[in-house]
């Protein structure tokens, strides 16, 4: 596509339901970002995919987020049983591989009540 | 661990003014990446600098590196109202050519009339 997709672009849940938010990268970008940007805070780093492998999956912040991604293209970040801290934008990236410019989605707001 | 420090965090001046933004970090890198982030929006990719003493220009932004200091300045020249967003620094996570960045917390400028 033109640009990295994400969706939902709004997803409203409640305290201890799990969420998927998926990443559609630019076409033939082989390298995939997940970051996290909470109110008042920086981009948090969250996983690195390249192709369909997750060399650094470091940032993720506790088991209860996991993701995945299939045919080196599109990605699910999951978050199970969700708690009021998880509550932000999740930013997804793209790129074609190596120290090339990021390009990120538009993000998905997430708000748990 | 990498840290990467902006200053000032946030900034409001006057249209036609000068204004100088910082952008520390703390371990080797030879590239280090701005980019721009207006309210609700995703970021953009502003500049990357790729070696030391690495200067570019764009309108009235401009950016240089020097890293042997391991700093970075984005130098705002006659600020015009449009410049009102965050801008964020980035470091590779690595020092290298994966593209895992670590933000800054990001500089918040506001140009008032």
């Known amino acids: 596509g033109a640009g990295v997709s994400q969706s939902p672009s709004n997803k409203v849940t409640e305290k201890g339901k799990d969420v998927e938010l998926r990443c559609d990268p630019i076409?033939?970008?082989?390298?995939l970002y997940w970051y996290r940007q909470s109110l008042g805070q920086g981009l948090e780093f969250l996983i690195y995919?390249?192709?369909?492998?997750?060399?650094?999956k470091s940032g993720l912040p506790s088991d209860r987020f996991s993701a995945e991604r299939t045919g080196g293209s599109v990605s699910t970040l999951t978050i199970q049983r969700t708690q009021q801290e998880d509550s932000a934008v999740y930013l997804c990236?793209?790129?074609?591989?190596?120290?090339?410019?990021?390009?990120f989605g538009a993000g998905s707001r997430l708000t748990v009540l | 661990e990498l840290k990467v420090e902006q200053n000032p965090l946030f900034l409001s001046m006057q249209e036609g003014k000068n204004y100088t933004i910082y952008c520390n970090y703390s371990?080797?890198?030879?590239?280090l990446y701005w980019y721009r982030q207006d309210p609700g929006k995703s970021l953009e990719s502003l500049f990357v600098?790729?070696?030391?003493?690495a200067v570019k220009q764009e309108g009235r932004l401009m950016a240089s590196l020097d890293t042997k200091a391991r700093l970075s300045t984005l130098h705002i020249t006659a600020a015009v109202h449009d410049l009102s967003a965050t801008y964020f620094c980035?470091?590779?996570?690595?020092?290298?050519?994966?593209?895992?960045?670590?933000f800054g917390k990001g500089t918040k400028l506001s140009v008032k009339p």
């Open positions: 990236a793209s790129s074609p591989g190596g120290a090339n410019v990021l390009t």
């Open positions: 076409s033939g970008h082989t390298a």
């Open positions: 995919f390249q192709g369909n492998s997750a060399p650094d």
């Open positions: 371990t080797t890198s030879d590239r």
């Open positions: 600098l790729l070696s030391n003493g």
């Open positions: 980035a470091v590779d996570k690595y020092g290298g050519s994966q593209g895992n960045l670590i």
